[in-house]
């Protein structure tokens, strides 16, 4: 009698019920069940409220800061190792932490290395996550990493704009190997800002390489957090004679100000994920869903078999 592999169970982190339930949906399959006991000094416990012995089992949360998502992620590992899980897949739509990717002056830590480690050590077998900070983050993990593009999302979102004089355009110098693949794809030509920090998020000056006279600019990046970057950059190129500018981020931390700024810049319209709650509603923002995605590439991964097709660039 031929062997049948058992479907595998999917839970979520608190942060990403939402995204898990539509992740779950779009497997074909229901969100399993987890509870959280909580202590009054804040601390935490999650519990499997079903069997997962000998079982494959995808948990989904993103780890962006605070560390209690990461904290979550970790306990999750843990519990689901400690009770006899056959495989265990970290799904991370977005991995926090991945700035601290290198040693950029003395006596700092490299925090994506070491979150690697802990999720490796807290039990994950596998990893599933989408547009790190820094590709080479993948070598930090002796584990699999199945690492995910948004541009399955963001390049049929632009083609449909049909937008004349296209050019796309990096925020910054180490996300040009991004934008010039985005450029390749859609047939346009490609700008890169050039910009110092005086510290972390705050941006000291910013110069713009290329021509974006009478262009409609797309703005490329990973990641979008106070929206400095961006803002700063639309409004540089509309003084330099751009007709419109926006912006695709696959990832909307969008802390501080971001908001406030973003509704104030010459952008005209931001383009993120849904792999971080969005909970404000703006005009300018759009969002598009990564559910469909992420239950493809799981599928994939249970079935065992490829996932080429979803590496756009």
């Not at 339930?21 to 416990?45: H, N, P, T």
């Not at 949360?61 to 265990?88: F, V, Y």
Request: hydrophobic fraction near 40%; aromatic fraction near 8%.
């Amino acid at each position: 009698m031929a062997y049948r592999v058992p479907e595998p169970k999917i839970f979520a982190c608190t942060q990403s019920v939402a995204l898990g339930e539509k992740i779950a949906a779009a497997y074909g399959a229901d969100l399993g069940k987890v509870q959280f006991s909580r202590y009054s000094d804040g601390e935490f416990q999650p519990s499997f409220e079903e069997s997962i012995r000998g079982a494959r089992i995808f948990i989904i949360g993103s780890t962006n800061p605070g560390p209690e998502n990461l904290m979550e992620m970790l306990l999750m590992l843990d519990a689901a190792k400690r009770a006899s899980a056959r495989h265990i897949t970290a799904v991370m739509p977005y991995f926090g932490w991945a700035r601290q990717d290198r040693k950029d002056k003395p006596r700092v830590p490299i925090a994506a290395k070491l979150v690697a480690k802990m999720l490796e050590t807290a039990g994950a077998t596998r990893i599933i996550t989408m547009d790190l900070h820094a590709d080479q983050i993948q070598g930090f993990f002796e584990k699999p990493v199945d690492h995910l593009f948004a541009s399955t999302l963001f390049l049929p979102y632009l083609k449909s704009l049909n937008l004349d004089n296209l050019c796309i355009a990096s925020p910054d110098m180490g996300g040009s190997k991004r934008a010039y693949a985005y450029s390749k794809a859609l047939e346009s030509d490609v700008v890169i800002c050039y910009k110092q920090r005086a510290k972390a998020n705050v941006i000291s000056h910013m110069e713009l390489i290329g021509d974006v006279k009478g262009k409609n600019v797309v703005l490329v990046d990973d990641m979008v957090d106070t929206a400095g970057t961006l803002t700063k950059a639309a409004d540089l190129m509309i003084e330099r004679g751009a007709v419109s500018v926006r912006a695709i981020t696959t990832h909307g931390l969008l802390s501080g100000n971001a908001y406030e700024k973003i509704e104030n810049s010459e952008l005209t319209e931001l383009i993120i994920t849904d792999s971080i709650p969005v909970d404000h509603d703006q005009k300018k923002i759009k969002v598009l869903g990564c559910a469909d995605l992420f239950a493809d590439v799981m599928h994939r991964v249970h079935h065992n078999t490829s996932i080429s097709s979803k590496f756009l660039m």
